[in-house]
């Protein structure tokens, strides 16, 4: 969602935030704005424009910098939620008396009772924000300590926030805090760096700082200090971030998410080194810090995350309950503490999330420590809420996913989640021979997903064909049912084509009735458990006229006689299928996409990290 950039030390300001808002284009924005301190710390200056980076940048050149340039500001691009995305409505916001700027990511849900206090008390408002209501609180609460007042204008919110703001009593200080939206904070020996997201600071340093919640923090150049909302010092680690830039640009491709498909070989190598035991038939995840003892004592697995990550958990179901006889229940993350998740002794409970900062999934893992659940995270983002507070897990070690439409995290999210069926399966029924034997299939994935790329012509071509349908259906059952689900939500994420993911059997229980020659279905019918029904399902599709695309396992001419299309994919077992079939599907995504010149990496609407509910 949005993003927040922020700047103390002694280099151009203006140079290291607009590098960093571009940094942080991927999240998803629609306005973007920069406030500076003047070089006679007189006044900030604000620049702020609808619409992308090169349009602030356009903006900030009709302002040129002065002889001396800024050396504090903070920036931020915004996604509208509370009013439109204009001008007035960007941030920074700046107080009644011009001397305090601010940039907000998240929601203060009681900004209407404190915006109608401020306007009695003579505050006048430029926006229809939720945070404009904070830079004014901190002029009303400022007596000399900045940090001071930001910490009383915190105390009056109720919601969630990750902040930086700058003042013109304090040029060479910025002060940020986070509750519920992540700030970093990059540590360089003569500047600071506050960011929403590491993608900001990977360029000048790999050390940073992450802020927990309720912390303040006040940086110069020189010195960081963080204290507790209760104004209590407090010591935060330096974590060093194995990121380098070269990971977070394009290198070539023309789109993140190209790039990021074509990375997946490697990501499912680095998700993988080190962890796999062929000789003992078993897996090592550190992370987990549990034991065979541990393990064997799962009685129920809850799984709760969003959107792809919530696919790439329902493989996981048919994977622990195949492989462990561990009962286990996927959850919506955004439902789990609206309803009444039934934690027992024993239960434990995994978090999904290639960001680790999504609301809904963060909320849920709270829910469940609350109610005394053992809680487990796959993360991709180091050091990111849901990794910290879910206490043990295991990353993805995927590199940095800048595309909004997510890829490799879920090739990634799987094949880690084999990982853990197959410890968890070896602690009661699986053979030593059996655990080998899927061990060395997870040790062949790299080179299936590698056969899979190396399809993306023919993919292509075919894509091609189908770019003008407005409406697609994705069927599979089993370990095809997640990936028709993901399949579709890839299509319509970057394509605009309304697809739906339907499990094949469901399919004449209503919607088959939408089928024409209009509507394509995509049939995903490799050699496993239920292809044979599905094949007939798709029989019944092609009857009602509409063209059918068969992703299938190479060598399978049979399935030509059925459709009008088929994606070969590498014969694999039944229990890793899901991973070449997706690489496939986000190809043809891809390129559907492409020829529809829609804006692959920033989809309309849509935002990277979703860290509101
Ligand atoms: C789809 C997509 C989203 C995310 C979802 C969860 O391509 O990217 O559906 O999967 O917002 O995000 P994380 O995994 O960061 O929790």
């Known amino acids: 969602m949005c993003g927040i950039v922020g700047y103390a030390g002694n280099r151009n300001a203006r140079n290291v935030i607009v590098t960093g808002l571009r940094r942080l ?48 500001a903070v920036g931020h691009t915004r996604w509208a939620t509370h009013g439109a995305p204009t001008e007035n409505n960007a941030h920074p916001h700046m107080s009644q008396n011009g001397a305090f700027a601010l940039v907000h990511n998240g929601i203060i849900e009681n900004y209407l009772t404190l915006r109608q206090h401020l306007i009695q008390q003579g505050f006048s408002f430029n926006s229809e924000t939720d945070s404009e209501v904070i830079v004014h609180l901190i002029e009303q609460c400022y007596e000399g300590d900045l940090t001071r007042a930001v910490a009383a204008a915190l105390e009056q919110l109720q919601g969630t926030y990750g902040i930086a703001v700058i003042s013109s009593h304090h040029p060479d200080t910025i002060v940020a805090a986070r509750k519920g939206s992540p700030i970093v904070v990059g540590v360089c020996p003569t500047e600071t760096i506050v960011a929403s997201d590491i993608s900001a600071i ?16 006040t940086a110069t150049g020189e010195d960081i200090d963080i204290v507790s909302a209760a104004n209590v010092p407090v010591a935060r680690e330096t974590t ?44 090592k995840l550190s992370g987990m810090q549990m034991t065979p003892a541990d393990l ?40 789990f503490r609206y309803r009444n998740p039934i934690i027992e002794r024993d239960t434990c409970l ?11 999934t963060l909320a849920a893992v709270r829910e469940a420590i609350r109610k005394g659940a053992d809680v487990l995270g796959i993360c991709n983002v180091v050091g990111s809420t849901i990794a910290r507070e879910a206490g043990h897990g295991v990353y993805l070690h995927a590199g940095p996913e800048i595309g909004v439409a997510s890829t490799k995290a879920f090739t990634c999210q799987v094949a880690v989640l ?45 894509a091609k064909n189908y770019a003008k349908a407005e409406d697609f259906f994705f069927l599979g059952r089993g370990y095809m049912y997640p990936a028709a689900l993901e399949g579709a939500l890839k299509l319509k994420e970057i394509s605009y084509i309304h ?61 030509e006689q059925h459709c009008n299309d088929v994606i070969y994919v590498p014969r694999c077992a039944e229990f890793l299928s899901p991973i070449p079939v997706v690489v496939a599907e986000q190809i043809f995504a891809y390129y559907i996409a492409r020829e529809r010149g829609c804006a692959i990496d920033q989809p309309r609407n849509l935002a990277k990290s979703v860290t509101v509910e």
């Open 25 to 72: 284009e991927y999240r998803g924005y629609d306005s973007a704005g920069i406030a500076e301190l003047n070089s006679d710390n007189s006044a900030i200056s604000l620049t702020r424009a609808v619409g992308k980076i090169s349009d602030l940048a356009t903006r900030l050149e009709q302002h040129p910098e002065e002889s001396t340039p800024a050396t504090l």
């Open 202 to 217: 990977v360029q000048h340093t790999n050390q940073v700082i992450f802020l927990n919640d309720g912390d303040i923090v």
């Open 240 to 283: 060093h971030i194995d990121w380098d830039v070269g990971e977070i640009e394009k290198g070539g491709y023309e789109h993140f998410m190209l790039k990021e498909i074509h990375e997946q070989p490697e990501a499912i190598s680095n998700a993988t080194r080190g962890r796999l035991l062929p000789k003992d038939g078993t897996t």
């Open 296 to 335: 064997a004592h799962i009685d129920r697995l809850l799984i709760a995350a969003c959107g792809t990550s919530l696919y790439a958990g329902m493989v996981g179901e048919y994977l622990f309950e195949d492989f462990a006889d561990i009962s286990t229940e996927v959850h919506q993350a955004a439902e």
């Open 350 to 360: 995994i978090a999904i999330s290639q960001s680790g900062e999504t609301a809904d």
């Open 418 to 462: 084999a990982l853990m069926a197959i410890t968890a399966g070896r602690t009661r029924r699986l053979s030593l021979n059996a655990g080998t034997a899927m061990v060395r299939e997870i040790e062949r994935l790299p080179d299936l997903v590698r056969a899979v790329i190396t399809q993306e012509e023919k993919i292509k071509q075919i």
């Open 499 to 559: 697809a739906e993911g339907y499990h094949a059997a469901e399919l004449k229980h209503g919607p088959i009735a939408l089928l024409c020659p209009e509507v394509p279905v995509v049939g995903l019918v490799p050699d496993i458990q239920g292809k044979d029904k599905t094949i007939s399902n798709l029989q019944e599709c092609a009857a009602r006229k509409s063209p059918v695309i068969a992703i299938a396992t190479e060598g399978d001419k049979e399935i």
